[in-house]
């Protein structure tokens, strides 16, 4: 498989309520020189994370121990600019397999949906009740149920549907990428090119 598979994740939360976070910004271009997707969540926010003699900026969330989980709240378009898989390749290899926010850039959700990493995209109220529910307990869970597509607040109950497209929901309750999923079929495709040569 190329990533675990997704169904439904119940985790805390890290709340990042920046609006319009670019690919530069999660993963610096002066990082983009490995070819694999290891080692990329070290560098995740860098110019954010660190001071320029690499000790940690205490003011950012990653950096603040009472926050932590597999599910990352963000603000409002997140993943615009540049088109570079590192960005998600980055938020997967630091761990997160989830990232909320009220829009996405489409080169960032799509590339996120190949590596595994789910996009939820909600309401900006709702997104809201996220932070502020994170805000009241910094351990606060949040389900994310893939097959019914909901997200919600366990504390509250609150819930939300999201949308997703149902090949790329297929791949990921499976674990598959693109490849993963073409050989999947393959004795479907075998049997497919067999009849069409007679």
């Not at 910004?25 to 070290?42: M, S, V, W, Y």
């Not at 993943?79 to 397999?97: L, N, Q, V």
Request: hydrophobic share 40%; with cysteine; net charge negative.
């Amino acid at each position: 498989m190329a990533y675990d598979k997704f169904t439904v994740l119940t985790s805390s939360a890290v709340p990042m309520p920046i609006e319009n976070v670019d690919t530069d910004q999660i993963i610096p271009a002066r990082f983009l020189k490995a070819t694999e997707r290891k080692g990329f969540g070290d560098n995740l926010f860098r110019d954010w994370r660190y001071n320029n003699d690499d000790s940690p900026k205490q003011d950012f969330v990653l950096n603040n121990p009472i926050y932590s989980g597999k599910i990352l709240v963000a603000g409002k378009n997140f993943g615009s600019g540049s088109s570079r898989e590192h960005a998600a390749w980055a938020i997967y290899d630091y761990g997160f397999r989830c990232v909320v926010s009220s829009f996405f850039a489409d080169i960032f959700k799509n590339n996120s949906l190949n590596i595994g990493i789910l996009p939820v995209q909600v309401s900006p109220e709702f997104l809201d009740k996220i932070f502020t529910a994170i805000e009241a307990d910094p351990n606060a869970q949040v389900e994310v149920n893939l097959p019914a597509q909901t997200i919600t607040i366990l504390a509250t109950g609150e819930s939300e549907s999201f949308a997703i497209n149902t090949y790329k929901k297929h791949n990921l309750t499976n674990g598959f990428d693109d490849i993963d999923y073409l050989q999947a079929m393959k004795d479907e495709i075998q049997s497919f090119a067999a009849k069409s040569m007679y």
